[in-house]
């Protein structure tokens, strides 16, 4: 197999998301030709994948001892913001941009990495740019809405992120971060189909799975809160009765019987009315939030 067959392979492992074989024909790669990059670059985008960050920069760095190229430093940079090394992850970007000042990736990672240092308005002007220049990329619109979710900019963040998906619609990691960007905003009937996109696109997704229960939870949370103040309403009419401040014994007794069934009797008919509206509008999100449910409470949530 040629080395240009050998790189194609590679690049079509770490988009069928194939770490551990990745990193094996990396290896490969650089036991055939130690002279070459190609296999030290490849080694460090599996090991990335694996969370390995930290030999991820030594073997970038090794790819860029034998070839600086700009992708090498975004990628480097990128493993030396997970380290939370932002000063080293600036300098490594700053480089990438350096070597392709009309490189939209190397300015994203130039953004990134001032949004870690706190550099707001660095990170903005540079998250434009990087747009700018790669207006059909969607990886750039979707770190773009990563960065203003960070500055908490949740509807400049829900069109970019929208503008994302418009270009790749099967990328559950921006569906999750759409997710984020309704809920912050109150809607979370929205976000909760976003997070269920996410879910449906990658089921291995935790981050996606997490937010998809958290906030159905809280849909049906506004239930609960109806039958905890009734709860307390006939703890209260029991004390009342306890306490003789009811004229008649009999008549607390019947007072707390019926705040019992009412109470019972609302938050089944309104829980009931919730999930029929639910399971007619979309079935899958209702089974979804059962399964995710179930998962939480055998501990694997």
Do not use: C
């Amino acid at each position: 197999m040629s080395v240009s067959q050998q790189i194609a392979q590679l690049q079509g492992l770490l988009e069928l998301r194939r770490w551990n074989e990745a990193l094996r024909r990396a290896q490969d790669l650089i036991a055939a030709d130690p002279e070459r990059p190609d296999g030290y670059y490849f080694l460090g985008r599996a090991q990335q994948q694996l969370g390995w960050h930290q030999k991820a920069v030594s073997a970038f760095d090794l790819a860029i001892a034998k070839s600086p190229r700009a992708y090498f430093f975004v990628h480097k940079s990128h493993s030396l913001r997970e380290l939370k090394r932002g000063s080293d992850a600036l300098k490594a970007a700053e480089e990438a941009v350096r070597l392709a000042p009309e490189d939209g990736p190397s300015h994203m990672s130039l953004a990134l990495s001032a949004q870690l240092l706190g550099d707001r308005d660095r990170a903005d002007t540079e998250r434009r740019h990087a747009v700018r220049l790669g207006p059909s990329n969607a990886n750039l619109h979707m770190l773009s809405g990563y960065i203003l979710l960070k500055q908490k900019r949740y509807k400049e963040a829900e069109h970019a992120l929208r503008k994302s998906l418009e270009l790749d619609p099967n990328a559950p990691l921006t569906f999750n971060n759409l997710g984020v960007a309704l809920q912050n905003q109150g809607r979370k009937e929205d976000a909760a189909l976003a997070y269920k996109s996410a879910v449906l696109l990658d089921p291995t997704l935790r981050l996606a799975k997490r937010n998809t229960h958290a906030v159905m939870q809280s849909m049906f949370g506004k239930l609960g809160g109806v039958g905890v103040s009734l709860w307390v309403l006939l703890k209260l009419a029991q004390g009342l009765a306890a306490a003789n401040l009811v004229t008649r014994a009999s008549g607390g007794s019947a007072i707390a019987a019926g705040l019992t069934l009412v109470g019972a009797a609302t938050w089944v008919v309104l829980h009931f009315r919730k999930r029929q509206r639910l399971r007619a509008r979309n079935p899958e999100l209702l089974a979804l939030y059962q399964r995710l449910e179930a998962d939480r409470k055998a501990g694997r949530l």
